[in-house]
């Protein structure tokens, strides 16, 4: 059985910064396009940032480009996000998703939320706060 799992969430002044890592069990995410999504209250679920499995390109939502990045550490099996120079608005539950790279050709395509279903698996969910 499959499970994404994220971490290190938490709260954190303006202009602070925040890695948020995201696990898996059952499959090596290697061969997996990963994406961070953030869903704030009152808004729909958004993709952040992107990274493809196939060359390993990424991508970045206007928000947050320059100030998040996303990386693998092949050996921990583990993605990571992170995030600088956070802002309030930057205040989300923040996803990971991951999904065979063999469904996903570019990058941005991960970060569209419908490309997530089916045959993806999303983590749990973890709470980012930046206070002002």
């Known amino acids: 059985q499959v499970q994404v799992v994220e971490s290190g969430g938490g709260l954190v002044q303006a202009g602070g910064s925040l890695r948020l890592s995201c696990a898996a069990s059952g499959v090596s995410l290697e061969d997996y396009a990963i994406g961070w999504f953030r869903q704030a209250p009152g808004k729909e679920r958004e993709g952040v940032s992107c990274?493809?499995?196939?060359?390993?390109?990424?991508y970045y939502a206007d928000s947050v480009k320059g100030r998040f990045t996303v990386s693998r550490d092949n050996a921990k099996n583990t993605v990571y996000l992170q995030m600088n120079n956070l802002t309030p608005e930057d205040t989300a539950v923040y996803y990971c998703a991951a999904k065979a790279g063999i469904f996903i050709d570019a990058a941005q395509d991960m970060c569209l939320r419908d490309a997530i279903e089916p045959m993806g698996y999303w983590g749990q969910g973890n709470q980012v706060t930046v206070s002002s």
């Open positions: 990274v493809s499995s196939r060359d390993g390109s990424t």
